[in-house]
């Protein structure tokens, strides 16, 4: 009898297998493909909120599109470094030198240095927003000094800010 009670409990299978799991991943899938596939252009509310900012902030960066007499064509490549670039200033608040530098690194996103230097050219970012926000985020998660700080901004070896734009960091780290 006590194997009968045994082989009578049900025994719960792992989430993988589980057919909602593989429906919810599938619907997942094709959210994302659509979304990548459209350009950041939906017409369907995003399934983040980090996503939909993402996506706005490389919307309005990117090129509007002029007839074709007035300009040439922007090149995609060109297009697509805009809207890294702008994805990379919004949501890690990276120097300039640092975004050109992640755009065109061959262990990043291995974009030409042309489509690089376009990207920073017409990239319409605050710079010293973007030094005080990584200013605020030394000072709150690792403790460091003022001074610490402004090293860390301009160093070639870590956010390749410029002395301005370190030196309105530090100006307004407390403001």
């Known amino acids: 009898m006590a194997k009968k009670e045994r082989g009578a409990e049900k025994t719960k299978k792992p989430i993988y297998k589980r057919i909602w799991f593989w429906l919810i991943v599938a619907i997942a899938v094709i959210i994302v493909y659509s979304i990548s596939t459209s350009g950041g252009k939906t017409t369907t509310a995003s399934p983040s909120a980090a996503t939909s900012q993402t996506s706005a902030a490389a919307s309005a960066a990117a090129p509007k599109p002029q007839s074709p007499a007035s300009t040439p064509a922007v090149p995609a490549e060109y297009a ?96």
């Open 80 to 175: 697509s470094a805009l809207a890294k670039a702008a994805a990379y200033s919004s949501t890690m608040h990276m120097s300039k030198q640092g975004i050109y530098d992640q755009l065109t690194s061959q262990d990043g996103e291995k974009f030409s240095q042309q489509a690089g230097q376009y990207a920073v050219d017409n990239l319409k970012a605050d710079y010293n927003a973007n030094a005080l926000a990584q200013a605020k985020n030394y000072q709150s998660q690792m403790n460091m000094s003022p001074d610490a700080i402004h090293d860390q901004l301009t160093s070639p070896d870590g956010e390749k800010f410029t002395q301005q734009e370190a030196d309105y960091a530090i100006q307004h780290l407390n403001d």
